[in-house]
């Protein structure tokens, strides 16, 4: 089965930092693409984040200029540097991928596997 852990979250004040970092195990895809999601507390499941099997990235309109995310493919893991963090950025963060080469925030039924989540919070 494929997993998907998700680890890095905690509290930290408005204009801090933090670095997510989501590990894939089971996969027999040697190219996917992944994504970070997040859910506030009353409202729905958003985009952050994705990126392609080559590398290529793309952000919700929040996310850049704070956010980057990166793979380390031979390593199997997902990471999500996020900086100068605000109150709204409040939510749980999952991970998710897909066997496909390219995915899209926009379209998260693609994604075929999902984290159980990390919680960021800022105050």
């Known amino acids: 089965d494929v997993q998907l852990a998700e680890s890095g979250g905690g509290s930290v004040q408005a204009g801090g930092s933090l670095k997510l970092s989501c590990t894939l195990s089971?996969?027999?895809?040697?190219?996917?693409?992944m994504g970070w999601f997040r859910q506030a507390p009353r409202k729905e499941r958003e985009g952050v984040a994705d990126i392609d099997a080559d590398g290529t990235a793309s952000y919700e309109d929040s996310a850049k200029g704070r956010f980057t995310i990166s793979k380390d493919d031979d390593k199997d893991i997902l990471f999500l540097d996020m900086n100068d963090l605000t109150p709204e950025d409040t939510a749980m963060y999952y991970c998710?991928?897909?066997?496909?080469?390219?995915?899209?925030?926009?379209?998260?039924?693609?994604?075929?596997?999902w984290g159980q989540g990390t919680q960021v919070t800022v105050s």
């Open positions: 998710a991928a897909d066997g496909a080469d390219f995915c899209w925030i926009g379209f998260p039924n693609q994604f075929a596997y």
């Open positions: 089971g996969t027999t895809h040697t190219r996917r693409c």
